[in-house]
């Protein structure tokens, strides 16, 4: 059995919801059951907040991630609250804003995640797209062609080129990081 619980944690207004469900969404896309569960702090824009994702190749019993193969987290704030739970072999990807207390064993990705959708594409609203990009070419979750049927599924229309651009993006520093 094939099984991955996956949790994307960033700072409210960062579309993180949003690129749990497309992650959901894109698992279902390739033949797998999927679970996307969600929560933030009460002052939602700007407090931490996370998305939780279970892909599996048999039935889901528990909605919530119990042991973490993959953590995302955009801010400091949210690594704070939500890197519990992840188990030794997980894995840490974060934005190069992020950093890790000491004695932290896991592999650990650091991806100008956020630059890359401000700076490098101008559009802030994107850097969720980019952190899929960045997960699925690190860790294989689900294929890419069903990411990008789900990103393009699910983006406001007239977004779809600027989203694309974005998927590509986030997999390129994705790669970059997998090379140090």
Same mark, same amino acid.
């Given at each position: 059995?094939?099984?991955?619980?996956?949790?994307?944690?960033?700072?409210?207004?960062?579309?993180?919801?949003?690129?749990?469900? +497309?992650?959901?969404?894109?698992? +279902?896309?390739?033949? @797998? =059951? &999927?679970?996307?569960?969600?929560?933030?702090?009460?002052? %939602?824009? /700007?407090?931490?907040?996370?998305? $939780?994702?279970?892909? *599996?190749? $048999?039935? #889901?019993?528990?909605?919530?991630?119990?042991?973490?193969?993959?953590?995302?987290?955009?801010?400091? @704030?949210?690594? $704070?609250?939500?890197?519990?739970?992840? !188990?030794?072999? /997980?894995?840490?990807?974060?934005?190069? *804003?992020?950093?890790?207390?000491?004695?932290?064993? =896991?592999?650990?990705? *650091?991806?100008?995640?956020?630059?890359?959708?401000?700076?490098?594409?101008?559009?802030?609203?994107?850097? =969720? +797209?980019?952190?899929?990009?960045?997960?699925?070419?690190?860790?294989? #979750?689900?294929?890419?062609? &069903?990411?990008? &049927?789900?990103?393009?599924?699910?983006?406001?229309? /007239?977004? $779809?080129?600027? =989203?694309?651009? %974005?998927?590509?993006?986030?997999?390129?520093?994705?790669?970059?990081?997998?090379? !140090?």
């Amino acid at each position: 059995m094939e099984k991955h619980e996956v949790r994307l944690s960033g700072s409210g207004g960062q579309g993180l919801l949003l690129a749990g469900i +497309i992650l959901a969404e894109a698992a +279902i896309i390739d033949g @797998k =059951n &999927a679970v996307q569960t969600q929560s933030y702090g009460p002052e %939602a824009r /700007g407090g931490a907040s996370k998305s $939780e994702v279970l892909i *599996s190749d $048999e039935a #889901i019993d528990f909605p919530k991630v119990r042991d973490c193969d993959l953590l995302l987290s955009l801010t400091q @704030k949210s690594y $704070e609250q939500y890197n519990h739970g992840i !188990k030794d072999t /997980g894995v840490l990807i974060l934005d190069t *804003s992020v950093t890790v207390e000491e004695g932290v064993t =896991n592999k650990i990705y *650091s991806v100008p995640i956020i630059d890359t959708a401000a700076k490098v594409l101008g559009k802030p609203m994107v850097t =969720n +797209i980019v952190a899929l990009g960045a997960i699925v070419e690190i860790s294989k #979750i689900v294929s890419y062609d &069903a990411l990008e &049927a789900a990103v393009l599924k699910r983006v406001p229309k /007239g977004t $779809e080129e600027l =989203n694309k651009k %974005a998927l590509a993006l986030g997999y390129e520093i994705a790669k970059e990081s997998l090379t !140090k």
